[in-house]
């Protein structure tokens, strides 16, 4: 230990160690701290499982999924537009005026119908504003809307499950065919391809000419 | 060698240091309800109003702004009242008033397993998965839906199909908001289509194909 002979101060013989563990802690704590970037601050870690609170307990479980209503009986613009619109109050009403009418669950629904302020949705997938996505370029091509959201039609409450970062785009489309299908079945959550889907998929590009652009500008523009 | 505390100080820190990558770990398996923290802002955000954004400056919010009364979009000017009302005049028209192709009736089709089918069912008695759902409810405020294949709904001229479309009729609520026209008419085309395949003779199918019939 520290002895004090004649009023100086002596290192211990293990502080000689304190050089050498200098340079390894040099080495390991920056590593460290990268991986633990990587992994923290990952697209994967950061963007996926965002599941906010809905002002109403819609569950597309329930909807999609047990009554098999089409997505687009509610999201009307996913082929045409950019957008692919979150359904208005009048949608809800369509069945809600006549369906659990009284159902305290729907009560925000009725208020909106009322007073014609739209419902407060929280949205879920939500891309940087400098990037351009469009729903109907990949709706109208093949792409199903499982590819992009996983099975919605088993989802109580919307949540996200793909990184929807830029590599997650590059990578679908470098390599689209493991992920395309006949446009008349986008919305058929369990479709699987007859056969292999890479094989499948070679075939139908090849036949419609799908040939997603990897240039900055189709994206960022 | 090192004093007993630094090796305990160094092998707790050695310990310690996988804490983070356990709680990475553990949010990674699950959900959460916060947005998540945007390390670099860049332009992420912009102050651009997009689709279906609120705007503050207008008292419903909505960004979007709704049609000014008395105000026509392009393309939306309604010269041909028999295709935008199905009527002529004051009567129901009977005919199309759109060319009936193969194309317009797959559309149809399409459209009606889309937007009807739920209620109506897909071969159209009315049937459908949230008919029965709300049959087995109850409720007391549920009308079922008509099947299309009595003499009444048979007998509607197509401007009737369509305008039950447009704006409903009695218990059905109006679907002209949800179904631009061009698919409202391809669906009273399948519609038809419908009714004819249920109600249909050994006279009605070609003769070729007659002997292909159990």
Request: hydrophobic residues 40%; proline residues 8%.
């Amino acid at each position: 230990m520290s002895a004090e002979a004649g009023g100086r101060l002596f290192f211990p013989r293990w502080a000689n160690l304190a050089r050498p563990a200098l340079a390894v802690a040099l080495v390991v704590v920056p590593a460290y701290l990268v991986l633990l970037l990587a992994y923290g601050a990952s697209p994967r870690t950061i963007n996926v499982g965002y599941q906010p609170h809905q002002p109403v307990p819609y569950s597309h479980a329930l909807h999609a999924g047990q009554l098999g209503i089409d997505c687009r009986y509610c999201h009307t613009t996913v082929e045409k537009a950019a957008f692919a619109a979150v359904p208005p109050t009048q949608t809800c009403m369509n069945c809600h005026s006549k369906i659990r009418a009284a159902s305290a669950k729907l009560l925000p629904i009725r208020e909106s119908y009322a007073t014609g302020l739209p419902v407060p949705w929280v949205k879920v997938h939500d891309l940087p504003d400098f990037v351009y996505f469009d729903h109907s370029a990949h709706v109208r091509r093949g792409v199903g809307c499982v590819e992009c959201h996983g099975r919605v039609d088993k989802m109580e409450v919307v949540a996200q499950v793909h990184r929807l970062s830029m590599g997650w785009c590059l990578d679908c489309h470098r390599q689209p065919d493991r992920h395309l299908r006949p446009p008349e079945l986008v919305t058929k959550m369990e479709w699987v391809p007859p056969e292999d889907p890479l094989v499948y998929g070679r075939r139908l590009r090849e036949a419609t000419k799908i040939n997603p652009s990897t240039d900055c500008w189709t994206c960022h523009r | 060698m090192a004093p007993r505390w630094l090796v305990y100080a160094l092998v707790l820190l050695a310990a310690l240091s996988v804490v983070p990558f356990a709680l990475i770990a553990r949010s990674r398996a699950s959900t959460s309800a916060q947005p998540h923290i945007q390390l670099i802002l860049d332009m992420a955000k912009q102050p651009k109003l997009k689709t279906q954004t609120s705007n503050p400056l207008f008292a419903d919010s909505r960004a979007m702004r709704p049609r000014v009364a008395g105000t026509v979009a392009r393309g939306e000017l309604e010269e041909d009242s028999a295709v935008w009302s199905g009527r002529d005049g004051g009567n129901w028209v009977t005919a199309f008033p759109v060319p009936v192709t193969e194309r317009l009736m797959h559309r149809g089709q399409e459209r009606y397993d889309i937007f009807c089918a739920p209620c109506h069912g897909l071969a159209g008695y009315g049937d459908g998965p949230v008919a029965k759902r709300a049959d087995a409810l109850q409720e007391g405020t549920w009308t079922p839906p008509s099947s299309y294949h009595t003499d009444l709904v048979r007998g509607r001229p197509v401007g009737h199909l369509f305008n039950t479309i447009t704006y409903g009729i009695r218990n059905m609520s109006e679907y002209g908001s949800q179904i631009p026209v061009e698919d409202r008419w391809a669906i009273v085309l399948y519609v038809r289509a419908l009714q004819r395949s249920q109600d249909a003779s050994v006279g009605d199918v070609p003769p070729e194909l007659r002997r292909q019939l159990r």
